[in-house]
C-alpha cells in the first residue's frame, strides 16, 4: 500500500512561520564555525547565519 498523504493546507501561521520575523529584521543569528578565515580581507572573520530564513552576515575581528 502506498503512505498516507494529507490533503489539508497548511495555516497561514505555519506558512508565515520565521519569515515576518526576518522580514521585520529580528533574524536568529547562529556563528558559522566552518569557514573563519576571509582571503579577499586577508583576517579573520566571524561569519553569522540566520537559523530561519538563511541569511549570511560577515564581521572582520
Given at each position: 500500500m502506498g503512505d498516507v498523504v494529507a490533503f489539508r493546507k497548511?495555516?497561514?501561521?505555519?506558512k508565515a512561520k520565521g519569515k515576518t520575523l526576518c522580514g521585520n529584521g529580528f533574524h536568529k543569528w547562529e556563528?558559522?564555525?566552518?569557514?573563519?578565515?576571509d582571503v579577499?580581507?586577508?583576517?579573520?572573520v566571524?561569519?553569522?547565519?540566520c537559523k530561519r530564513?538563511?541569511?549570511r552576515k560577515v564581521k572582520a575581528l
Open positions: 497548511p495555516s497561514l501561521k505555519t556563528i558559522e564555525h566552518e569557514k573563519q578565515f579577499k580581507q586577508g583576517a579573520l566571524t561569519a553569522w547565519r530564513c538563511g541569511e
